[in-house]
């Protein structure tokens, strides 16, 4: 009884110290594509910005699917290779928000936004 309790709270005090790091991962996420945005609204290039310049890596897709920035799948349609995930990521607004997916067998967590001229930006992280 004693040992199942210790664990539980070795348990219990490793996520409590745990979710200030994913409330600050959630905010850089949040930074890395409002930044983005902001870029791209300014009248920059979409295909100027790399993915792997931000960490995690920040994606930018047209309305149709089309992947301009994308590590690995830049030139392919996200309606065509994952369609659910393409679902999920569609619900972006110019304000901004978050959106629940399963990718590659994990859950995903990704903060996406609408630019003004219809880009759909967006970074994540897997649980």
């Known amino acids: 009884m004693y ?3 210790i664990t539980c709270l070795i348990l219990l005090l490793g996520l ?4 200030p790091a994913f409330a600050a991962d959630r905010d850089a996420i949040q930074a890395n594509v409002d930044k983005v945005v902001t870029g791209i609204n300014g009248g920059k290039n979409a295909k100027k910005f790399q993915a792997n310049e931000y960490d995690p890596y920040v994606y930018i897709m047209q309305k149709d699917g ?3 920035v994308h590590p690995e799948l830049e030139g392919k349609s996200l ?12 619900k972006a607004t110019t304000g901004g928000t978050w959106v629940d997916y399963e990718w ?3 859950m995903k967590h990704s903060y996406v936004r609408e630019t003004d001229s ?10």
């Open 16 to 19: 409590c110290l745990a979710m």
């Open 79 to 90: 309606k065509k290779v994952a369609k659910p995930v393409y679902d999920a990521v569609m």
């Open 3 to 5: 040992k199942a309790s």
């Open 66 to 68: 089309m992947l301009v």
């Open 104 to 106: 590659k067998g994990a």
């Open 118 to 127: 219809g880009l759909i930006v967006g970074s994540g992280y897997s649980e």
